[in-house]
């Protein structure tokens, strides 16, 4: 994957929210525009973006993003964190398949998945 970008209502409140999110990530914040912020990894981006047709951003049904967090430790902290923060569960951490995940919905009602 190259770059992921998720709508966002309010730009600030979604800077808040992944600027915590992702702040042991080692990711670099960058804001080129008003509309758009990335947090840019050493071979992907992520970002949050107001609509550029302006109409308000909506979450996908059935899209969702997967960040690979490291640790089981690491999935349970995220989701608390993500919480905390004001995003909501959307499933609690636990073993699903081959993988330790969680998820998680933002503060736009985007669908993250933390996976270990």
Known sequence: MNYFVFGTNDMAAAMHFYDRLFAQAGLERVTPTERM????????AFAAAIPFDENPATNGNGT???????????????????????????????QRG?????YVRDLDQNKICLSA
């Open 37 to 44: 912020t990335y947090w840019l990894g050493a071979d992907f």
């Open 64 to 94: 969702m993003v997967g960040f690979s967090v490291g640790s089981n430790e690491e999935v349970e902290r995220l989701h608390a964190l993500a919480i905390e923060l004001g995003g909501t569960s959307d499933g609690e951490p636990r």
């Open 98 to 102: 081959p993988r330790f995940s969680a």
